[in-house]
């Protein structure tokens, strides 16, 4: 098998294949935009965290049906943050009613939607706002919840990902949980979960902090308690400086808290780990055609065919992502350039090479011109799922590599999908 491709190893640098296939190759065949994803990638981010008994993945990263099932096979469960999710988990074969349960939806309200599928198809539920109670126990009397908890701090890599804290509307706050197990007991409805996720991003300083006060939750909760949820925010290292966590430790910690509970109570406590970006974040790939080269006074422009429509999180957080050039034509120039990349979006916040707060910035790239190809990488999470039709742009297509195969897991939205339902709008009469 061949060495795991670390983002670090190929950021600013000439990338000519992806598992074993030729990138101009794939693009030839399957366009530009596209996204790309390395199976094998996942497959060692799952055996990474072997050590958790249950791993649920937070599907709203990557929520591809052949990517859910991909994690299937590999014994991961899911959580569902909407019917939508919770329809993807059932369509993939994923179990409702096994125990733990496969399926979990974890959410601060109930919209009409949800609540219907969820009653539909017995979802356990994980609540994040005491309203949620009296409104799970009228579709689902006698339920077993989870309750998800605010413990009154958080962190996250930015303040759009921080989850705890006060300025979070994330979960029931630290001090609403007695009432809300006083509510959930007259209910009719039995508190067996634990749930806490406070931002994306977490370090083991933190986390002893959240192990802290989970433990101080469950003993609230007492002996109905089955399971606690670490939540996600495993961190993954998209550029040079950054930090991956220590897995052993962080393990260490939670299994200590587990152990202790399990003790007091008198049976097991499962752990539950809920990472969306740490499974599918560094399999993904946008593969985008460079169509034009430019200067603006002293700044060098690379513009791609790919924009914030494709992938929003830098425009959205200021994200890094970690980039390379696949060149198609002769290469005239073996120096890098520090250059400015943007999309094709009229709007000039469409720019991948920003900071926080839209801080336009360059990136030392390999010389390219027209027709060689930018990779943008770490892009399996909050990439296609955060996709739109801004300026009326078709979603792109999906492919993954695998075993070295190729499968099309979404064909691309054609230019006459986005216009179909609002033309037959337009012919229909309303009076
Ligand atoms: C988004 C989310 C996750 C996953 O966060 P990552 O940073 O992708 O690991 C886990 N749990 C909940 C409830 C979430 O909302």
Same mark, same amino acid.
């Given at each position: 098998?061949?060495?795991?491709?670390?983002?670090?190893?190929?950021?600013?640098?000439?990338?000519?294949?992806?598992?074993?296939?030729?990138?101009?190759?794939?693009?030839?065949?399957?366009?530009?935009p596209v996204y790309l994803y390395d199976a094998e990638t996942i497959r060692q981010r799952c055996r990474d965290?072997?050590?958790?008994?249950?791993?649920?993945?937070?599907?709203?990263?990557?929520?591809?049906?052949?990517?859910?099932?991909?994690?299937?096979?590999?014994?991961?469960?899911?959580?569902?943050?909407?019917?939508?999710?919770?329809?993807?988990?059932?369509?993939?074969?994923?179990?409702?009613?096994?125990?733990?349960?496969?399926?979990?939806?974890?959410?601060?309200?109930?919209?009409?939607?949800?609540?219907?599928?969820?009653?539909?198809?017995?979802?356990?539920?994980?609540?994040?706002?005491?309203?949620?109670?009296?409104?799970?126990?009228?579709?689902?009397?006698?339920?077993?919840?989870?309750?998800?908890?605010?413990?009154?701090?958080?962190?996250?890599?930015s303040q759009k990902t921080n989850t705890g804290g006060p300025q979070s509307k994330h979960g029931i706050w630290?001090?609403?949980?007695?009432?809300?197990?006083?509510?959930?007991?007259?209910?009719?409805?039995?508190?067996?979960?634990?749930?806490?996720?406070?931002?994306?991003?977490?370090?083991?300083?933190?986390?002893?902090?959240?192990?802290?006060?989970?433990?101080?939750?469950?003993?609230?909760?007492?002996?109905?308690?089955?399971?606690?949820?670490?939540?996600?925010?495993?961190?993954?290292?998209?550029?040079?400086?950054?930090?991956?966590?220590?897995?052993?430790?962080?393990?260490?910690?939670?299994?200590?808290?587990?152990?202790?509970?399990?003790?007091?109570?008198?049976?097991?406590?499962?752990?539950?780990?809920?990472?969306?970006?740490?499974?599918?974040?560094?399999?993904?790939?946008?593969?985008?055609?460079?169509?034009?080269?430019?200067?603006?006074?002293?700044?060098?422009?690379?513009?791609?065919?790919?924009?914030?429509?494709?992938?929003?999180?830098?425009?959205?957080?200021g994200a890094y992502h970690p980039m390379a050039i696949c060149p198609v034509g002769q290469r005239t120039s073996?120096?890098?350039?520090?250059?400015?990349?943007? %999309?094709? +979006?009229?709007?000039?916040?469409?720019?991948? $090479?920003? =900071? !926080?707060?839209?801080?336009?910035? /360059?990136?030392? #790239?390999?010389?390219?011109?027209?027709?060689?190809?930018?990779?943008?990488?770490?892009?399996?999470?909050?990439?296609?799922?955060?996709?739109?039709?801004?300026?009326?742009?078709?979603?792109?297509?999906?492919?993954?590599?695998?075993? %070295?195969? +190729?499968?099309?897991?979404?064909?691309?939205? $054609?230019? =006459? !999908?986005?216009?179909?339902?609002? /033309?037959?709008? #337009?012919?229909?009469?309303?009076?």
């Open positions: 098998m061949k060495d795991k491709m670390i983002a670090t190893q190929y950021d600013g640098k000439v990338l000519t294949e992806i598992a074993g296939f030729s990138i101009s190759q794939l693009v030839a065949e399957h366009g530009s965290l072997q050590m958790f008994e249950t791993v649920r993945f937070a599907q709203k990263a990557c929520s591809n049906l052949s990517i859910l099932a991909l994690l299937k096979e590999q014994g991961i469960v899911v959580d569902a943050v909407s019917a939508g999710e919770v329809l993807r988990a059932l369509a993939v074969g994923y179990s409702a009613t096994s125990d733990p349960p496969e399926i979990v939806y974890t959410s601060d309200i109930f919209d009409r939607d949800a609540l219907q599928v969820v009653a539909e198809h017995h979802i356990h539920c994980n609540l994040g706002s005491p309203d949620m109670i009296p409104q799970l126990a009228e579709v689902q009397p006698g339920a077993e919840i989870t309750l998800r908890i605010n413990p009154g701090f958080g962190h996250g890599h630290h001090e609403q949980l007695p009432s809300c197990l006083a509510q959930a007991k007259a209910c009719g409805l039995k508190v067996v979960g634990l749930h806490m996720h406070i931002g994306s991003g977490t370090d083991l300083e933190h986390l002893a902090q959240v192990c802290e006060a989970m433990e101080r939750c469950a003993r609230l909760v007492g002996p109905t308690l089955k399971t606690i949820s670490a939540g996600g925010g495993l961190p993954t290292v998209y550029r040079a400086g950054q930090q991956g966590m220590d897995l052993a430790q962080y393990h260490r910690l939670w299994d200590e808290v587990r152990n202790r509970l399990a003790a007091d109570f008198g049976h097991p406590i499962g752990l539950e780990l809920e990472p969306g970006r740490y499974l599918v974040a560094e399999s993904g790939y946008l593969l985008t055609e460079i169509r034009a080269v430019k200067k603006m006074g002293d700044n060098l422009f690379y513009l791609v065919d790919a924009g914030f429509n494709n992938l929003a999180r830098p425009i959205l957080y073996n120096t890098n350039h520090d250059v400015v990349v943007g %999309g094709p +979006l009229c709007e000039s916040g469409d720019i991948f $090479t920003q =900071e !926080d707060g839209g801080v336009v910035s /360059r990136r030392s #790239l390999p010389a390219a011109q027209v027709g060689d190809l930018l990779v943008i990488g770490c892009t399996g999470a909050y990439g296609a799922v955060m996709a739109s039709n801004y300026n009326s742009k078709p979603l792109a297509a999906e492919i993954m590599l695998d075993r %070295g195969e +190729l499968r099309i897991i979404r064909h691309k939205q $054609t230019l =006459e !999908d986005l216009i179909a339902n609002e /033309r037959s709008a #337009l012919e229909t009469v309303t009076r």
